[in-house]
């Protein structure tokens, strides 16, 4: 594992949804808190010098961000609608504190205070690592993920079918720190940045290796990505100033996408503890929040379970993951349960049958799986740009995400509705569609099963 790629620490607060904060800039609300006594401002920043509160969604315009969540509202399924209660998103701020901050001792004062409903010290982003081999060509062969079951998902099988290839008008956002678009492999594959910047050096290694898991040309170089031809965009994680600022990237990303469209979180945040434990993004309450609404929207989200630990490389079972408030949010049993509608991905071996989980966390609320070992893609590195050290639920979410690209575009391709999140994730996660593993980490999607046996039932688009 890498270290983590914040620069300073961060605290998210969301102040309770009544209140009507000036949201429009920076400048407007730091102003704001300077006048009011709501939090005691002033004495804070006295007690606690070089603090400063922004807008935790700085990419979109407040009154856009409100037009947008309701309209999503209005036009999500009756029964999604009667479930879902949207947050004011124009509460959620953040401070950026200088390092040497006790930032533990100042979320507890915040907690104090009657019009906070919620503080905490933003997690790490943790990408993982990968390692290099000698350029070879063609490399498909090392490509295993991309065969018949029970090895891989059967991508070459899609590829037999009008959409199987990613060709199509559904859209992927891949969302993590940073890419390499100048691989030889993703020539002419058309990615396109959103927003944000490509070029943190940091992200370069795990950005390119899983693009090239979906991307990789059909050109006689290296290898093949599942879905060569797809519309793919980037939103990065980071801001200039090093923070991880995945929410607001999740939020531009449910503005960019549209209903069955797919966004890839390529993230996974680490526990404030000694033992450096892993777990989803969607166990910070915010990046829980806009992954909801993106999925409220019809968006399909793929979102890794997480490496287990960075010390000990052993995963944990998020059946007993508890938040701060000591519930069990990511056991499906448990009364506290809460289901964001993402596809939540976990990592298995990529040989020995069967199959068994990798470092993955595991548990019920695991949807599917795949190959997270020794996978082959796109490297950064210019004189060996291939690489076969891959790994963990980084690729396999890479490939799940490819997964539902195919299916999606066969599916508008066979003059089918687009599949919602809900749809999607019963797709894929059904053991009548798939490779199951005695670990809890779902099932493993077999493309052939599915646009055999699932696809010519769906009723046509009216």
């Given at each position: 594992?890498?270290?983590?790629?914040?620069?300073?620490?961060?605290?998210?607060?969301?102040?309770?949804?009544?209140?009507?904060?000036?949201?429009?800039?920076?400048?407007?609300?730091?102003?704001?808190?300077?006048?009011?006594?709501?939090?005691?401002?002033?004495?804070?920043?006295?007690?606690?010098?070089?603090?400063?509160?922004?807008?935790?969604?700085?990419?979109?315009?407040?009154?856009?961000?409100?037009?947008?969540?309701?309209?999503?509202?209005?036009?999500?399924?009756?029964?999604?609608?009667?479930?879902?209660?949207?947050?004011?998103?124009?509460?959620?701020?953040?401070?950026?504190?200088?390092?040497?901050?006790?930032?533990?001792?100042?979320?507890?004062?915040?907690?104090?205070?009657?019009?906070?409903?919620?503080?905490?010290?933003?997690?790490?982003?943790?990408?993982?690592?990968?390692?290099?081999?000698?350029?070879?060509?063609?490399?498909?062969?090392?490509?295993?993920?991309?065969?018949?079951?029970?090895?891989?998902?059967?991508?070459?099988?899609?590829?037999?079918?009008?959409?199987?290839?990613?060709?199509?008008?559904?859209?992927?956002?891949?969302?993590?720190?940073?890419?390499?678009?100048?691989?030889?492999?993703?020539?002419?594959?058309?990615?396109?940045?959103?927003?944000?910047?490509?070029?943190?050096?940091?992200?370069?290694?795990?950005?390119?290796?899983?693009?090239?898991?979906?991307?990789?040309?059909?050109?006689?170089?290296?290898?093949?990505?599942?879905?060569?031809?797809?519309?793919?965009?980037?939103?990065?994680?980071?801001?200039?100033?090093?923070?991880?600022?995945?929410?607001?990237a999740i939020m531009k990303a449910i503005h960019t996408l549209h209903f069955g469209d797919i966004l890839l979180l390529?993230?996974?945040?680490?526990?404030?503890?000694?033992?450096?434990?892993?777990?989803?993004?969607?166990?910070?309450?915010?990046?829980?929040?806009?992954?909801?609404?993106?999925?409220?929207?019809?968006?399909?989200?793929?979102?890794?379970?997480?490496?287990?630990?960075?010390?000990?490389?052993?995963?944990?079972?998020?059946?007993?993951?508890?938040?701060?408030?000591?519930?069990?949010?990511?056991?499906?049993?448990?009364?506290?349960?809460?289901?964001?509608?993402a596809i939540v991905v976990a990592a298995a071996t990529n040989s020995k049958q069967p199959l068994k989980r990798t470092?993955?966390?595991?548990?019920?609320?695991?949807?599917?799986?795949?190959?997270?070992?020794?996978?082959?893609?796109?490297?950064?590195?210019?004189?060996?740009?291939?690489?076969?050290?891959?790994?963990?639920?980084?690729?396999?979410?890479?490939?799940?995400?490819?997964?539902?690209?195919?299916?999606?575009?066969?599916?508008?391709?066979?003059?089918?509705?687009?599949?919602?999140?809900?749809?999607?994730?019963?797709?894929?996660?059904?053991?009548?569609?798939?490779?199951?593993?005695?670990?809890?980490?779902?099932?493993?999607?077999?493309?052939?099963?599915?646009?055999?046996?699932?696809?010519?039932?769906?009723?046509?688009?009216?």
């Amino acid at each position: 594992m890498a270290n983590s790629i914040l620069s300073h620490p961060r605290i998210i607060i969301k102040f309770k949804d009544p209140l009507n904060l000036p949201y429009r800039d920076n400048r407007e609300l730091q102003a704001y808190f300077k006048k009011s006594n709501l939090i005691s401002w002033n004495q804070l920043v006295q007690q606690f010098p070089g603090i400063k509160i922004v807008r935790l969604f700085a990419s979109s315009g407040s009154d856009q961000i409100v037009k947008h969540v309701k309209k999503i509202v209005e036009r999500s399924r009756p029964e999604d609608r009667a479930q879902y209660k949207a947050p004011n998103f124009l509460t959620y701020c953040a401070i950026d504190c200088p390092d040497g901050i006790d930032t533990k001792k100042l979320v507890s004062l915040l907690l104090g205070n009657e019009a906070v409903d919620n503080a905490y010290i933003e997690s790490e982003v943790v990408p993982p690592a990968m390692t290099s081999v000698k350029k070879a060509n063609p490399m498909i062969g090392r490509q295993r993920y991309l065969d018949a079951a029970p090895t891989g998902v059967d991508a070459k099988f899609a590829w037999t079918v009008k959409g199987g290839r990613g060709e199509g008008r559904v859209q992927l956002i891949d969302i993590e720190p940073g890419w390499f678009l100048k691989h030889e492999d993703l020539k002419g594959a058309g990615v396109k940045l959103v927003s944000g910047s490509a070029n943190n050096a940091d992200g370069f290694e795990h950005g390119i290796g899983v693009l090239g898991i979906l991307l990789m040309q059909d050109n006689k170089l290296g290898g093949v990505g599942i879905t060569p031809r797809a519309k793919v965009k980037l939103i990065s994680q980071m801001s200039r100033q090093g923070h991880n600022v995945i929410n607001d990237a999740i939020m531009k990303a449910i503005h960019t996408l549209h209903f069955g469209d797919i966004l890839l979180l390529e993230a996974q945040v680490k526990e404030d503890d000694p033992t450096g434990r892993l777990w989803p993004v969607e166990t910070q309450p915010v990046t829980f929040d806009v992954i909801e609404l993106a999925t409220t929207k019809g968006i399909i989200v793929i979102e890794p379970a997480g490496n287990g630990s960075l010390f000990s490389g052993i995963g944990h079972t998020l059946d007993g993951f508890t938040n701060r408030k000591n519930q069990r949010i990511l056991d499906r049993n448990s009364p506290d349960f809460r289901d964001s509608g993402a596809i939540v991905v976990a990592a298995a071996t990529n040989s020995k049958q069967p199959l068994k989980r990798t470092s993955s966390n595991f548990g019920n609320r695991v949807d599917c799986f795949a190959s997270g070992a020794n996978l082959f893609t796109a490297s950064k590195d210019p004189l060996n740009p291939y690489t076969r050290r891959f790994n963990a639920t980084s690729g396999a979410a890479a490939i799940i995400a490819g997964v539902a690209m195919a299916v999606q575009n066969i599916v508008e391709a066979s003059h089918k509705s687009r599949l919602g999140p809900k749809q999607m994730r019963a797709i894929l996660s059904n053991k009548a569609n798939g490779v199951s593993s005695r670990d809890p980490i779902g099932v493993m999607p077999d493309l052939k099963k599915i646009i055999k046996n699932v696809i010519p039932a769906l009723p046509a688009r009216t």
